[in-house]
């Protein structure tokens, strides 16, 4: 099964900007769809962005949508997510995430199964 393991998070002040790693330990090119994912202190952990590895095509969710990037480099098995005008309230731990993808769309959020350990992203006002 394939592992998961993020790098870059740290802490910056409101407006900076990150950018966080997600090394796989086998290719994840058009078999997986990748995700990231969050968690803030007292709630649920929740996805902000997908890349469909067969379309190329990103998905994100409103809270992120215009500032953050999903991308992907095959040859590294590496996937990245660039944070851009960050806010205190995106401070979370941030997790890579992969599901098999059985057609042409990606699962739903919940159907993620493959984890990493997580980093911690904290932004300060």
């Known amino acids: 099964q394939v592992q998961l393991a993020e790098s870059g998070g740290g802490s910056v002040q409101a407006g900076g900007s990150l950018r966080l790693s997600c090394e796989s330990s086998?290719?994840?090119?058009?078999?997986?769809?990748m995700g990231w994912f969050r968690q803030a202190p007292g709630k649920e952990r929740e996805g902000i962005a997908q890349?469909?590895?067969?379309?190329?095509?990103?998905f994100y969710a409103d809270s992120v949508k215009g500032r953050f990037t999903i991308s992907q480099n095959n040859a590294k098995n590496t996937l990245y997510l660039q944070m851009n005008t960050l806010k205190p309230e995106d401070t979370a731990m941030y997790y890579c995430?992969?599901?098999?993808?059985?057609?042409?769309?990606?699962?739903?959020?919940?159907?993620?199964?493959?984890w990493g350990q997580g980093t911690q992203v904290t932004v300060s006002s």
């Open positions: 995430a992969a599901v098999l993808q059985r057609g042409l769309w990606c699962p739903s959020w919940g159907e993620y199964n493959y």
């Open positions: 086998e290719y994840t090119g058009s078999r997986y769809c």
């Open positions: 890349i469909n590895t067969r379309t190329g095509n990103p």
